[in-house]
Every structure is written in structure tokens, then in C-alpha cells.
């Protein structure tokens, strides 16, 4: 059973920082592409930033670039996105996500960790 779980949310002012942890476990990703998205209230979710767990190939929403930064401990199968300047409008819930490499959609999903940036 592969379990996510996101850690890291939090209050924040505009301009900090916040790091975001995703604990995977169930089986070996080495095969999987780990990803953020995020949700605003009242908005669809979107892509945040992905990365292929063998290769360490990044990928990131260009409205990130820059500023987010994802990577991987392999020794403690976990996902982090460090997040910098960040603007009240990068207030959302985090969600980790999994999926094989080359599948269209995510297919395991976390619950999802709070963060909100005051102005």
C-alpha cells in the first residue's frame, strides 16, 4: 500500500521561506515520477513541480521556477519542496503525488499539508 504523507505547512509572511516534506512508503519508487501540486480555495489544483526519482530529472510550473525547488533524500524515500518568496497568493493546501514514469496521471496521492503566506 503506498502511503504519502506531507509535512511542513504552515503561517508565513510574505517573502519567507517554508520547506515541505512528503514521506513515501509502500514500495520502491525508483520507477516514479514525485510531484507537488497545490490547491487555493475556490481554485482547481495545479502543478507545482515533479521529479523522477531514478534520473533526478525536475520539472516545475514556470510561475515556480526560480523560486520552488524540489529533490529527493533516497535514503529516507522522501520528497522535499523548499519554497522561498513566497507570495500571498502561493497560499494553498500541498498536495505530494506518485505516479510511474510515462503514466499520464497520478495515481496515489497525500493529504495534503496547509500552507498560508500573509501579507
Known amino acids: 500500500q503506498v502511503q504519502l504523507v506531507e509535512s511542513g505547512g504552515g503561517l508565513v509572511q510574505a517573502g519567507g521561506s517554508l520547506r515541505l516534506s512528503c514521506a513515501a512508503s509502500?514500495?520502491?519508487?525508483?520507477?516514479?515520477?514525485m510531484g507537488w501540486f497545490r490547491q487555493a480555495p475556490g481554485k482547481e489544483r495545479e502543478f507545482v513541480a515533479a521529479l523522477s526519482w531514478s534520473g533526478g530529472t525536475t520539472y516545475y510550473a514556470d510561475s515556480m521556477k526560480g523560486r520552488f525547488t524540489i529533490s529527493k533524500d533516497n535514503a529516507k524515500n522522501t520528497v522535499y519542496l523548499q519554497m522561498n518568496s513566497l507570495k500571498p497568493e502561493d497560499t494553498a493546501v500541498y498536495y505530494c503525488?506518485?505516479?510511474?514514469?510515462?503514466?499520464?496521471?497520478?495515481?496515489?496521492w497525500g493529504q495534503g499539508t496547509q500552507v498560508t503566506v500573509s501579507s
Open positions: 503525488a506518485a505516479k510511474l514514469n510515462g503514466a499520464l496521471n497520478y495515481d496515489y
Open positions: 509502500g514500495r520502491t519508487f525508483s520507477r516514479y515520477t
